[in-house]
């Protein structure tokens, strides 16, 4: 089984919402990640969680707050958004993340901020 | 920055044709990685290579890393118009305490029947 579930399939907030993305595996995998895709552009690198820390966080704005509550769960808190962070946002995971590991990507969320 | 190249941007070829998207960059890699990406869903891996030179071949996909692990290509014979979709190749290196990809742009591939 190689599967990350995420959800909501689609999410349509206003800027002064809060609300969470959620992914899941149950691959045994120990590293964790976020990524932001707009249209016709490939995946871009928010967040890497290893082993539930924090190992790199690629300037991504403070609106965007990661949160690793166990090795099989991976969120994305959202607060304050601008319409210009509407965009797919993938989840993926690893073995360790710290060595040459296949990274298995989830369906993605689709996001729109109005 | 490292960063992949990936040609060319945009194929559109006649089903039955035979096809090679190439991947290539300066920098050397530890493993390449080729996804298929359908509009609004999540890549999805196709193969990974890690030694220079090697040949890994899924169905009518032929995939190559270079011997100098800079470079790959994915050749398709006799394309389906199920093989149509979004191509991304993805150098993987360690830094900063982990392991990461670096995406090419993809290539979106149309087959048409």
């Known amino acids: 089984d190689t599967e990350v579930t995420q959800t909501p399939k689609h999410l349509v907030m206003g800027m002064t919402n809060k609300k969470s993305l959620k992914c899941e595996q149950h691959?045994?995998?120990?590293?964790m990640y976020w990524y932001k895709q707009k249209a016709k552009k490939p995946p871009e690198l928010m967040f890497v969680?290893?082993?539930?820390?924090?190992?790199i966080n690629e300037s991504v704005p403070s609106r965007f707050s990661p949160e690793c509550p166990n090795s099989s769960l991976l969120n994305l808190h959202l607060h304050a958004l601008q319409p210009e962070d509407s965009a797919l946002y993938l989840c993926?995971?690893?073995?360790?993340?710290?060595?040459?590991?296949?990274?298995?990507f989830g369906p993605g969320t689709r996001l729109t901020v109005l | 920055t490292q960063l992949l190249e990936q040609s060319p941007q945009f194929l559109s070829i006649q089903e039955g044709e035979n096809l090679t998207v190439y991947c290539n960059s300066s920098?050397?890699?530890?493993?390449l990685q080729w996804y298929r990406q359908e509009p609004g869903e999540g890549p999805v891996l196709l193969v990974t290579?890690?030694?220079?030179?090697e040949v890994k071949k899924l169905k009518r996909l032929t995939f190559q890393f270079g011997d100098a692990r800079k470079d790959s290509s994915l050749h398709i014979t006799a394309a389906q118009p199920g093989d149509t979709g979004l191509y991304l190749c993805?150098?993987?290196?360690?830094?900063?305490?982990?392991?990461?990809?670096?995406f090419g742009k993809g290539t979106k591939l149309s087959v048409i029947p």
């Open positions: 969680y290893s082993y539930e820390k924090l190992s």
């Open positions: 290579v890690v030694t220079g030179g």
């Open positions: 993926a995971s690893s073995q360790s993340g710290t060595r040459m590991d296949t990274q298995y």
């Open positions: 920098s050397v890699f530890s493993s």
């Open positions: 691959m045994g995998h120990r590293a």
């Open positions: 993805a150098g993987g290196r360690s830094g900063a305490g982990s392991y990461q990809l670096t």
